[in-house]
């Protein structure tokens, strides 16, 4: 149901209540402006008359417009300058882990040099090797068939996950026991 059908169902306004006078409407102000008032620049060494808009205007005088510019001006040479500051200090920074990284793959480049011969990781490569082309043979043949789904997927993840740990115990233990890196 409308507001205008609710409105329409309930009592009806007298003709006294229709006719009644409102109150008198409450007077205007006539707005009067000068074209020019007598305002005094401080900042300028002359007195001048400025005209009746300009507390309006963003910029009130020549000395604040320069005054503005020459904040603008020296606000930007700041930034420019810490944006300069900190680009330099990024590049220092990124060279110094360039080399640093670059230092770190020399010296695991250099380890695995060393121990090439060393059973453990011979070992560990053909372990990883083997695992990884039966892993790939088998769900190449489950998918083919179209047996691979989720549970099968799971249970070589879980598998492959305890292989991961018992390896990585193995070879600590063989590494630091029986075999020690070079």
Do not use: C
């Not at 009592?11 to 009067?32: C, G, I, M, T």
């Amino acid at each position: 149901m409308s507001y205008a059908a609710v409105a329409a169902s309930g009592p009806q306004q007298s003709d006294e209540e229709k006719y009644v006078q409102r109150a008198a409407p409450v007077p205007h102000l006539e707005e009067h402006e000068s074209q020019a008032s007598s305002l005094v620049d401080v900042d300028s060494p002359h007195v001048n008359s400025v005209k009746s808009d300009y507390e309006d205007q963003a910029v009130k005088t020549e000395t604040q417009a320069e005054r503005i510019a020459q904040e603008a001006e020296h606000k930007a040479q700041v930034n420019a300058k810490r944006a300069e500051d900190k680009a330099e200090d990024l590049k220092k920074k990124a060279s110094a882990k360039g080399k640093e990284a670059k230092s770190e793959v020399k010296k695991e480049a250099k380890k695995f040099d060393q121990n090439k011969d060393n059973p453990v990781f011979i070992g560990n490569y053909i372990l990883w090797g083997i695992t990884a082309a039966a892993v790939g043979y088998g769900a190449y043949q489950r998918h083919s068939e179209g047996k691979l789904d989720v549970e099968t997927v799971g249970t070589v993840a879980l598998g492959l996950g305890a292989l991961g740990a018992a390896d990585y115990f193995a070879s600590k233990w063989l590494v630091e026991n029986k075999y020690p890196t070079k």
